[in-house]
């Protein structure tokens, strides 16, 4: 579970800006648009032209803060519980600056029951990294991209709507550069050339779309595809509509079976174009719209993106059911088809104006495993990364 952020496939959320524009169906009921209404001068606000808001010194010195904690190995998970987190000194009855969980209802040791890791920072909440508005100066990006290369120790997930304009907007963002420090550059600037070129992906940085449903998978995914990255992953969420991936996926075809019915050459490519495809989508994370005006979710579509993941051996991460999710399979009402797609016992149902139940939640977002159909509770990641060195502090 996120520390700092309630969004639970992160550990911290950053916001260099804020301010964005709808682009898509996904953005019909944007959370962060709505909210800022109440405080445009410093949440930004949303529409082509709009004022965007940069965040404040302080806010952005957080960053390497971040970075040199993380690098001390003070950000950790726990064995015990599972918390996510910069860990403290505890004081008593452990004295001598021993590190603890910093869940106060965990009992693990001091030190002896967590893992060091890396924080996964997702960038933007607020706002969309490539965004390629008048009101977003190249500059903003730029910053961006400083932070991200300054801060090794942070794996950063760049999740944007627009993956069809980061080789622009990285490039207009290489031309300030040269423009701000000569020529000649840094490491920053192999960094960033290096990135563009193909050549080397940053290691700290995964890259994101969100596809809502399939025409925005048709179009964002192939973009994504081409961005060279770590990681590349798919936010399906809030998910609208069934959605197929299975061409973007790493494909296993079971060539072995096949041999009896595909000829030589056949089998070949089939093997090729397996091992072509092995780095494509990297992680996939699922979820229905949550608000008051959340659209209705089908938890099937979940399911048949879940088997998708599976058969190509992809990380599927369920994040929540939404304020809107439909409770039965077909069935009878308040009942299901198939067991293993039961309700936890005490889940309530209302029907909805589709005729079709909805299950009545207590999770506002929908977002508690625990109120979930067992099959459903998964919540993985994909193994990347590189542990910080652990040092004494
Ligand atoms: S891209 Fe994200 S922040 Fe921007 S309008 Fe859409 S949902 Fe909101
Ligand atoms: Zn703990």
């Known amino acids: 579970m996120a520390e700092e952020t309630g969004v639970e496939w992160c550990d911290l959320t950053f916001n260099l800006w804020r301010g964005?524009?709808?682009?898509?169906?996904?953005?019909?009921?944007?959370?962060?648009?709505?909210?800022?209404?109440?405080?445009?001068?410093v949440l930004g606000s949303w529409g082509p032209g709009r004022p965007r808001v940069h965040a404040v010194g302080s806010y952005v010195a957080q960053v390497a803060r971040w970075n040199e904690r993380a690098g001390a190995g003070l950000f950790r998970e726990c064995s015990v519980c599972g918390r996510r987190g910069f860990y403290k000194r505890v004081e008593r009855p452990f004295p001598g600056g021993l590190l603890g969980c910093p869940n106060p209802d965990c009992v693990a040791l001091p030190e002896q029951e967590s893992d060091v890791a890396r924080p996964r920072v997702f960038s933007a909440s607020m706002a969309d990294w490539l965004d390629d508005d008048e009101a977003v100066p190249v500059g903003w990006l730029l910053e961006l991209l400083r932070l991200v290369h300054g801060s090794p120790n942070l794996d950063w997930l760049l999740l944007t709507k627009s993956p069809e304009v980061w080789e622009e907007r990285l490039t207009l963002a290489l031309g300030v550069d040269r423009i701000e420090t000569g020529e000649k550059g840094g490491a920053f600037r192999r960094w960033l050339t290096d990135w563009l070129s193909g050549e080397e992906s940053p290691r700290n940085v995964w890259v994101g779309t969100s596809v809502e449903n399939q025409e925005w998978a048709d179009k964002r995914i192939p973009a994504l595809l081409r961005i060279p990255a770590a990681v590349r992953f798919l936010s399906v969420e809030p998910m609208l509509g069934p959605v197929n991936l299975e061409w973007a996926l790493p494909w296993k075809p079971n060539i072995e079976a096949m041999r009896p019915t595909v000829?030589?050459?056949?089998?070949?490519?089939?093997?090729?174009?397996?091992?072509?495809?092995?780095?494509?989508?990297?992680?996939?994370?699922?979820?229905?719209?949550?608000?008051?005006r959340a659209r209705v979710f089908d938890p099937c579509w979940a399911i048949d993106l879940m088997r998708q993941c599976e058969r190509a051996g992809v990380p599927f991460f369920m994040k929540q059911m939404g304020a809107r999710a439909v409770a039965d399979f077909g069935g009878l009402r308040g009942t299901v088809v198939c067991p293993e797609r039961r309700w936890p016992v005490g889940a309530e149902f209302v029907p909805s104006e589709h005729g079709k139940d909805l299950v009545k939640l207590h999770h506002k977002k929908g977002g508690d495993p625990a109120e979930w159909p067992e099959i459903y509770r998964r919540r993985e990641f994909p193994m990347v990364g590189v542990k910080p060195r652990r040092t004494t502090v």
């Open 20 to 41: 964005c524009k709808k682009k898509s169906a996904g953005c019909g009921n944007c959370y962060a648009a709505r909210f800022a209404q109440f405080n445009p001068a």
């Open 263 to 292: 000829l030589r050459d056949e089998l070949e490519r089939l093997a090729e174009r397996d091992r072509e495809h092995t780095s494509l989508i990297h992680w996939v994370i699922c979820g229905g719209e949550s608000g008051s």
